[in-house]
């Protein structure tokens, strides 16, 4: 097996602890997407960047019928893709359904404050970095984060032609065209050093970061899924992580086992470095304006409430080498929680019960509104985010 040289370290601390997850997170930081990757390949050889939504959209919207002139390898990748695996529960993804829009202030707020910020503590954060996605479009990425998680967990959304499933290929498909603008353009990527940009390991790891990591930090910040729902919740994002291209032989199949795989693959990653330092600043900073708090004064207070939030979430050692400001002297987090306690409370009075329900269906809708009708299928066609086309 070959080693990147930066998870050298890493990889001998993980070993120690679960050598058999250890050597599979190694062994894939080598390993892209092979069926998106050849998709992007045909794609840049025969089909003008301005077509690309149209190839890609028909294909998408024809499915189960799919267009004469479809490329093959397009073809290869949605047939994979729409079969539904025999463990799959829709009774038990709908429960996961319920609880999330139950819970969805907390989920987007620990999806904010904690999960993508974990996930940015990784070398994932380079790719990111490199194509300057976080910081000159850190609004966006967040919304397109929420809106992944909104889509996944509609009813029916993750059925092959459901809104969830379209927009977990259409990430596969950038994933795959942001690592062959890395690879073919970038001279800051090493792969003798880093691995292969956006790989199948940091999938994984972002998997498992967006699912039991998730439910954790929700579960602080005072969610309330029952141990069925946080599991329907997991078993959802299974499902959500071979739709985006990571292999069943490595995916995990519950909450415990999700929950290990982010800490050995957490392990086996380098520490925090300057482009981690960047992205996750960026999100925490971006988040205030995709709550709708544009006054510079309100964005930059709000801004100081998620870093103390962050911080109490992730930890001081993360958060420290994040670079980020000083602790509070009062812990935030059982306000959070009262402030959940007392929504779930008036939820139950009747003369409360309409406006709960659509305040929290009203803030899904507006944290990941991408002021857009239709999704773009279109692909990055530059390495820096500026300088590419619209997508």
Same mark, same amino acid.
Request: charged share 25%; net charge neutral.
């Given at each position: ?15 120690? /602890?679960?050598?058999?997850?250890? &050597? ?6 080598? !390993? ?15 089909? #003008? ?12 919207? =024809? ?7 479809? #490329? ?5 990748? !949605? ?9 799959? @529960? ?33 070398? +994932? ?8 996605? +976080? ?17 996944q967990f509609m009813p029916g959304g993750l059925e092959p032609g $459901?809104? $969830?499933?379209?927009?977990?290929? /259409? ?49 602080? !910040?005072?969610?309330?899924?029952? #141990?069925?729902? =946080? ?22 199949? @519950?909450?415990?086992?999700?929950? /290990? ?16 330092? +960047?992205?996750a600043n960026s999100i925490i900073n971006s988040a205030p304006l995709?709550? $709708? ?5 309100? =964005? ?11 911080? &109490?979430? !992730? ?21 959070? /929680? ?9 939820? %139950? ?8 329900k659509r305040r929290a269906f009203t803030t899904v809708l507006d ?7 239709? %999704? ?16």
């Amino acid at each position: 097996m070959k080693i990147p040289s930066c998870y050298a370290s890493g990889y001998e601390a993980a070993r120690a /602890r679960d050598p058999r997850l250890a &050597e599979a997170y190694i062994r894939h930081t080598t !390993i892209g997407d092979p069926l998106a990757d050849k998709v992007v390949d045909g794609l840049a050889a025969h089909v #003008p960047p301005e077509q690309v939504h149209y190839v890609i959209g028909r294909a998408l919207d =024809r499915h189960d019928r799919l267009p004469d002139d479809a #490329p093959a390898s397009l073809r290869d990748l !949605i047939a994979d893709a729409s079969v539904v695996p025999e463990w799959f @529960d829709r009774s038990l993804a709908m429960a996961a359904t319920r609880a999330f829009f139950r819970n969805a202030e907390s989920v987007l707020s620990a999806l904010a404050m904690a999960a993508i910020v974990e996930g940015f503590s990784t070398l +994932i954060s380079k790719s990111f970095r490199i194509r300057s996605r +976080i910081v000159t479009n850190g609004i966006r990425r967040l919304k397109q984060n929420m809106l992944q998680l909104v889509e996944q967990f509609m009813p029916g959304g993750l059925e092959p032609g $459901g809104d $969830g499933w379209k927009l977990s290929l /259409r990430i596969r498909l950038v994933h795959a065209q942001s690592r062959k603008l890395i690879r073919e353009t970038s001279d800051e990527w090493d792969p003798e050093v880093y691995g292969t940009p956006l790989s199948v390991a940091h999938m994984l790891l972002g998997a498992a970061a967006f699912s039991a990591r998730l439910m954790h930090h929700t579960d602080r !910040i005072g969610g309330d899924f029952s #141990p069925r729902e =946080r599991e329907a919740y997991v078993h959802v994002w299974r499902w959500t992580g071979l739709v985006m291209g990571i292999p069943a032989s490595i995916m995990f199949h @519950d909450e415990a086992s999700a929950q /290990r795989t982010f800490e050995i693959g957490a392990l086996c990653e380098p520490p925090p470095d300057e482009d981690a330092i +960047i992205m996750a600043n960026s999100i925490i900073n971006s988040a205030p304006l995709v709550l $709708g708090f544009t006054n510079p004064a309100e =964005r930059r207070a709000e801004a100081r409430v998620f870093y103390r939030v962050s911080r &109490e979430l !992730i930890g001081d050692d993360l958060a420290n080498r994040l670079n980020y400001p000083a602790a509070g002297t009062l812990p935030l987090l059982p306000l959070l /929680r009262l402030k959940q306690r007392a929504f779930r409370m008036a939820s %139950h009075m009747p003369i409360l019960r309409g406006y709960v329900k659509r305040r929290a269906f009203t803030t899904v809708l507006d944290a990941s509104n991408l002021n857009r009708l239709d %999704h773009s299928y279109s692909l990055p066609t530059a390495l820096l985010d500026d300088e590419s086309r619209a997508w």
